[in-house]
């Protein structure tokens, strides 16, 4: 089957932006009625009980949506998506642990949790451990830890519920107004812009007071509602896209078939030349598609700008941008470029990180077309931009933007006229370039890992990780403290296990095929699902559809961040003010603070996002497997094992963080960038827990046992 | 008396049945998720992996899923859902877990 060009369907997405809208508008009314809907409910119940656990009366529903749609946060529909796009087949092992996450995660604590949090009362996971134990060391360590990570995660999440938000109203003329009024306003006012642009801090806003006002307004069991509707509408939106998008490739064997050909994209630099200097300033937008026309030397070439094309009045010549070529020629002929409305010719030259093998003693310069051996393949390549090497650096920096990556035409003959100067070709894959069938295949294409992206060391680890981590995540074990009673938590296991099934393969399933609908997202990969949400709807010609879709990862996210709004909001109100401030707090303070806390947070939470992180999915995986690092092992071990002492579990779990973080820290300094290093190319987590758990044995058994009375308490039948 | 010593006339104290019983379910839940590891990382890895040197040969697909990834993910995975099923209506004991404290808002630091 022939696939259509690519350009029509934007602008059909663009003249249902309105519909899109006002649907997407009619969700979030749901999620605020639901809201006042479960205030209402409240009354009259004991408060803290009530608003931070629901009352411990969860119905199946209720549990397994609240457990599933909070588990599902922005990583699930806006970085796994890109990385399925970026890597093909190879993310349905990648993710392939959620075959077993339900019954692992829920069977192994949730009974004694729940259980244990009932016989003490506790309402908070620090409750839990402080009460385990009777310590209040070590209920104020795990509160210092939660209040830690999720904060960190939760300025991650603000920001992806922003950006999915944007990626909807980006096409609405109003909301371009709006944009470019605040965005002058501002820059008037000299007020704090934000370093995304007015754009993404209006979205920021709106998400924010929605979410915050909710959750602080209803509490758990608006959360929990609200997550019953978001897991409901997560559900409903992949399995909505799944037979859409199928429909759109002409089933799964064709699209298959097409991925199996392709092979992964090229980064370029390239340098825009029009006809004659420019009348005006003349811009060309990020994501627009450009070409190099057919001659007798070459095939016709494409390229997607991956950054905004600028050429001043009176100039004829852009700076060098940043361009991804399409290598795979049956998506070469069926992408057409954009119309510029100007004649242009383009010059595409590959990317080369040139280093020495010492530090400079003095700076020199490297002059345009000097020859430099490229490492990779002992060939060579010719620079096409001066550039300057400072005394005492390793990498070259470009005289013009300071960009340490430098302009090159690989050529096949030359010498290289400066000893110990070689390149790196940076633009190509490191593992998969120019290989067909690499989507289809493991490991899957990586653009930096000579290994492939998911090696069988790392394929092991993640398995482990995901339910690790699943198990290990505070959120969830407060949702195991809130189910009514076994029967429930029977059916909510087989009923997540659906759930999960129902989302993870069929999403594998969608973007695979969006790779084959959609080439040149790798620009920037984030926006993929509400990318592919605008495709089907506007190839079924109900653009409107693109609303209820794209309120699936918002409704993912939305779901995570009120849980983590409420988690820190109940260690701030429950286990610092009211354990250690003032014990005494009448039930009208206690309210009153909550509700204060609660939107504090959240504003400052806002605050972190106006500036946020560059990289969201390695946060929420920071934060993710930092908590379970910390929390599974002397959870597990203080519900299971009778030896187990304070000692132990305050050392299990300084052990956890310290050993996780001493992984991050090692990247840092490594890499010089927010990852891992990876022992034996496991995941931190698996480092990290394997240390947690010998600190507790060997920590546990070397002090004294427990008192008889707690060992009595928490694990024999109580007489009484 | 030592708080950590038994008391001697104590009887021989009963272990919770919640707590015997979630320990049992435990051990299922982990033998079954080694199981499935072993079986999902294994089937790809032998029929799906190939190295940056080696030729992929033609592609081999069930109902449009690449083979490694059909009898290595989607298979285990309904594998594991018939598993979850047996799990929680054959297995899984429904236990009493207790109705929640009086003091649910009790003053912290008081209990025990």
Redesign the interface.
Known sequence: MTLPALTFQLPLANAGSNAALISFGIYTAAVFLLAWLSNRTASGK????EYFLG??NLGVWAFALTFAATSSSGGSFMGFPSKIYTHG?SL??WI??Y??V???VM??LS??I??VA????A?TVP?VL??RF?S?KFGSLATLLIVFFMSVNLVAQFKAGSKILRTLLDDVPAFQNVTQSVGSFVHENSLPAGSEGSGYMICLLAFALAVIVYTAYGGFRAVVWTDVMQGLVMVGGVLIMLPLTLHMVG???????QL?EMTPPRWKLAQFDLAQPAEEDFVVSKTTWVEIPASTKQQRRVFRLAEDVVILKDKSSSDLVKVLEITTPQEVERIHPDDLSIPYVLAAFDIAQIKLEEPAEQDFGIPVGSFIQVSDDGGFARTVRACRISSGEQTAKLLRNSSAQIPVRVVETGQADVEKLTAVVTGHYR??DS????Y????GPSPTD?G?FLP?SL??SF??MW?FAGAGQPSSMVRQMAFR???T???A??TV??YY?LIY?PLV?IFVCARVVLPGWEIDPDRIMPEMAKAVSAAIEHPWLAGLLVAAPFAAVMSTVDSFLLMISSAVV??VY??HIN??AS?KSIKRLTYAVTVFIGLAAVFGALYPPAYLQDIIVYTGSGLAACFLVPMSLA??WRRFNTTGAIASMAGGFATHLATYVGGLITYEQFRPIRVFNFDPIVTALLPSLLIAIVVTLST???????V???????KS | MS?????KADPQ???????V???R??I???V??FA??FW??GV??VT?????SEM?PE?K?V????H??FW???V??MA??V???W???CY??????????E???????V??
């Open positions: 004991s408060f803290l009980s009352s411990r087949w349905a092992l392939g642990s075959m077993i339900p019954a692992f069977a192994l009974k004694r729940n259980q009932r016989k003490t009362g309402i409750d402080h009460d009777e209040a089933g799964l064997p064709n699209a298959t078939e199996a593992f998969g290989k067909p069938g690499v289809v295949t493991g490991p000579e492939g069988l394929a092991i398995f482990c339910a009673d076994s029967n938590l029977r059916k296991v087989f296990s659906i099934s393969f399933v429950r286990d009211q354990r014990p005494q039930d519900l299971y004294a046992p427990p008192p008889e009375r707690l009595r308490k928490f694990f024999y039948r109580d | 708080e950590t010593e038994p008391r104290p009963e272990l919770d049945p919640v707590y019983h979630a320990s379910e435990a299922v839940v982990l079954a998720f499935l590891i999902s990382v790809c890895f799906g992996y190939y190295d940056s992929i592609l697909t109902w449009g899923i690449p490694w990834v290595g993910i989607l285990p995975w594991a859902n598993f979850s099923l799990f929680c209506t899984m004991r429904d236990d009493d877990l207790s109705d929640p404290s003091d649910a808002d009790r003053e912290p630091g209990n025990g």
